[in-house]
């Protein structure tokens, strides 16, 4: 089984790179070559477990809050770092707004991998929002 690192970086890069997720193994594929990260395969039943609908959206978010800022809020929403938020980061996200924003986050701990702690993920978020938009 992958590590829970390894995963939350797979998670972030393939979300923050604007991959459009068809499938899980297809994302962990990707970011391996993207990345050079090993792991092993996702369950594989090959079904998407983010709608399609949602994929044009969550691109279109991800732009906004960059590849500067992205990896930031990854690490304090889902591995819990403390970091300091600099001020052009939380204009993007303010400018992004908290629709993208929850709809990024949900994107994330939706995936099996991250929602057994989905309540705790949601905490972070709302207080990453709320030390920004405040």
């Known amino acids: 089984m ?12 393939v979300l923050a790179s604007g991959v459009t997720l068809s499938s899980p193994t297809q994302a962990l594929r990707t970011s391996e070559q993207d990345f050079g990260l090993a792991l ?5 039943n090959g079904e998407d ?14 732009k906004k809050i960059g590849k500067e800022c992205g990896p930031l809020f ?26 993208c924003h929850d709809t990024i986050t949900r994107s994330v701990f939706s ?18 929002w709320n030390m920004c938009a405040y």
């Open 2 to 13: 992958a590590s829970f690192c390894k995963v939350s970086i797979i998670a972030f890069f």
């Open 40 to 44: 092993e395969p996702s369950s594989g």
């Open 49 to 62: 477990i983010i709608p399609i609908e949602v994929h044009h959206y969550l691109d279109e978010c991800l």
């Open 74 to 99: 990854f690490t304090i929403i889902f591995i819990g770092k403390k970091n300091e938020i600099p001020v052009s980061c939380c204009q993007k996200l303010v400018d992004m707004g908290e629709e």
């Open 111 to 128: 995936r099996p991998e991250f929602s057994a702690y989905a309540t705790l993920y949601e905490k972070r978020a709302v207080q990453a």
